[in-house]
């Protein structure tokens, strides 16, 4: 009997199609629900896909339970899966009011409200920032003079560097706490900033088993990665995760994580710090990392690793091991300017000096807008590299950011 899933937006963003793509290479047989209309799908995804249904917002649980409650009355849906930040919880909504097996909305809900994730981190000795959860101005106040400056203003289920600020006095609190509609019905995660290396740790669990498991490093921290044009940001996924012992605690950290909040099979993505104060929990999302992390894995691990997240969801089981031959990282090379992209300079020599290492390279054609600096690692142009050593690949990424320009006019 075929395992009938269905997976939320299969076509959109980009990667979207290489979930859509796995969980048909495994065996299943695979509904899409997307906003999108079918005339969209190319052949590959109509290839892939049973059948797709169209909504118009894929977020809504309202609109994705019809849908889905149509299919239940075609065939025996089994899973209902998301891989976007933005759908977890209404695919964990929808998956409880249709009977259908999976991460639960308690679960789902610790995995996004950062106050509420913290508090039951907190319960479970995982060590966490001091933080609160408010829409009240001088209860946050209280909470910022007990605490000490500074500390991190940031949405209640914040992604990435999105929408956050750090506030180093009086004045600058009051503008986060203004901007972010506190005093407007807003509510705010507040949180003490940990000084200190940042890094996450990714991994595919099965009944709560972790399955495989990443270690990457930022280069510098994401909040000052998304805030200055100087910078052109990388992180690095190590092959070092088995071998070097310094990883054991960040790997035990996670597994703790991981059963206080109730995970079981999915995919996550957990982010830490190590600093003065030793190892501290930031954040996790019951779902795969952003900005091509996956992609990296595959490169430096000879596995598809989407192919093993369908292996999990579809199975409840894996089928390939990890090489870690290789450590893998992304490099964003920045404009110069707002505008629109000029010109490169310094590829040819990037490419003399590395070109077997380059996995592949995003450089947006002359005339194309530039993103604007906190949208991210992919807002504008990237290379991604690999190499068997570490330290030799953090030198080769940090010499690309050294030597290639981004023009803009």
Same mark, same amino acid.
């Given at each position: 009997?075929?395992?009938?899933?269905?997976?939320?937006?299969?076509?959109?963003?980009?990667?979207?199609?290489?979930?859509?793509? /796995?969980?048909?290479?495994?065996?299943?047989?695979?509904?899409?629900?997307?906003?999108?209309?079918?005339?969209?799908?190319?052949?590959?995804?109509?290839?892939?896909?049973?059948?797709? #249904?169209?909504?118009?917002?894929?977020?809504?649980?309202?609109?994705?339970?019809?849908?889905?409650?149509?299919?239940?009355? &075609?065939?025996?849906?089994?899973?209902?899966?998301?891989?976007?930040?933005?759908?977890?919880?209404?695919?964990?909504?929808?998956?409880?009011?249709?009977?259908? %097996?999976?991460?639960?909305?308690?679960?789902?809900?610790?995995?996004?409200?950062?106050?509420?994730?913290?508090?039951?981190?907190?319960?479970?000795?995982?060590?966490?920032?001091?933080?609160?959860?408010?829409?009240?101005?001088?209860?946050?106040?209280?909470?910022?003079?007990?605490?000490?400056? %500074?500390?991190?203003?940031? %949405?209640?289920?914040?992604?990435?560097?999105?929408?956050?600020?750090?506030?180093?006095?009086?004045?600058?609190?009051?503008?986060?706490?203004?901007?972010?509609?506190?005093?407007?019905?807003?509510?705010?995660?507040?949180?003490?900033?940990? #000084?200190?290396? #940042?890094?996450?740790?990714?991994?595919?669990?099965?009944?709560?088993?972790?399955?495989?498991?990443?270690?990457?490093?930022?280069?510098?921290?994401?909040?000052?990665?998304?805030?200055?044009?100087?910078?052109?940001?990388?992180?690095?996924?190590?092959?070092?995760?088995?071998?070097?012992?310094?990883?054991?605690?960040? &790997?035990?950290?996670?597994?703790?994580?991981?059963?206080?909040?109730?995970?079981?099979?999915?995919?996550?993505?957990?982010?830490?710090?190590?600093?003065?104060?030793?190892?501290?929990?930031?954040?996790? !999302?019951?779902? %795969?990392?952003?900005? !091509?992390?996956?992609?990296?894995?595959?490169?430096?691990?000879?596995?598809?690793?989407?192919? #093993?997240?369908?292996?999990?969801?579809?199975?409840?089981?894996? &089928?390939?091991?990890?090489?870690?031959?290789?450590?893998?990282?992304?490099? /964003?090379?920045?404009?110069?300017?707002?505008?629109?992209?000029?010109?490169?300079?310094?590829?040819?020599?990037?490419?003399?000096?590395?070109?077997?290492?380059?996995?592949?390279?995003?450089?947006?054609?002359?005339?194309?807008?530039?993103?604007?600096?906190?949208?991210?690692?992919?807002?504008?142009?990237?290379?991604?590299?690999?190499?068997?050593?570490?330290?030799?690949?953090?030198?080769?990424?940090?010499?690309?950011?050294?030597?290639?320009?981004?023009?803009?006019?």
């Amino acid at each position: 009997m075929p395992v009938d899933v269905i997976f939320l937006e299969p076509n959109f963003p980009r990667n979207q199609r290489e979930f859509a793509r /796995a969980l048909h290479a495994v065996g299943a047989r695979v509904t899409g629900i997307g906003e999108r209309p079918k005339e969209y799908l190319d052949d590959e995804m109509r290839h892939w896909l049973s059948h797709y #249904e169209q909504v118009s917002n894929v977020t809504d649980p309202t609109q994705v339970e019809r849908a889905v409650r149509f299919m239940q009355t &075609k065939i025996r849906v089994d899973r209902l899966e998301a891989a976007v930040e933005a759908h977890v919880m209404c695919a964990a909504k929808v998956r409880e009011a249709c009977g259908i %097996p999976g991460t639960s909305v308690e679960t789902t809900f610790l995995c996004r409200d950062k106050p509420a994730m913290k508090e039951a981190l907190r319960k479970a000795g995982v060590p966490c920032a001091q933080s609160i959860g408010s829409d009240d101005a001088k209860e946050i106040k209280d909470f910022v003079q007990r605490i000490g400056y %500074p500390v991190i203003v940031k %949405p209640r289920d914040a992604a990435g560097a999105a929408a956050t600020y750090r506030c180093d006095d009086d004045a600058s609190l009051a503008q986060a706490l203004h901007e972010s509609g506190v005093g407007s019905g807003h509510s705010v995660a507040v949180e003490e900033f940990i #000084e200190g290396h #940042e890094g996450f740790w990714d991994t595919i669990t099965v009944g709560g088993t972790v399955v495989h498991e990443f270690v990457c490093h930022y280069y510098p921290s994401v909040l000052e990665a998304m805030r200055s044009r100087e910078v052109n940001p990388q992180f690095i996924c190590t092959n070092r995760v088995d071998a070097a012992g310094s990883y054991d605690e960040v &790997k035990a950290m996670g597994r703790k994580v991981l059963g206080a909040l109730g995970i079981k099979t999915s995919a996550t993505h957990m982010e830490w710090f190590y600093g003065p104060k030793g190892l501290k929990f930031s954040e996790i !999302g019951c779902r %795969p990392p952003g900005v !091509g992390a996956w992609d990296l894995y595959c490169a430096a691990n000879d596995v598809d690793i989407y192919r #093993e997240w369908a292996e999990a969801v579809v199975w409840r089981t894996q &089928k390939q091991k990890l090489s870690r031959r290789f450590s893998a990282g992304i490099v /964003a090379l920045r404009p110069d300017r707002d505008g629109r992209i000029v010109g490169y300079e310094g590829m040819d020599t990037v490419e003399r000096a590395f070109g077997q290492w380059i996995i592949d390279a995003h450089l947006p054609a002359a005339g194309t807008p530039t993103g604007p600096v906190g949208a991210g690692f992919m807002a504008n142009a990237w290379i991604r590299m690999k190499h068997p050593d570490y330290d030799e690949l953090r030198r080769m990424l940090d010499l690309v950011g050294q030597t290639v320009k981004v023009r803009a006019a």
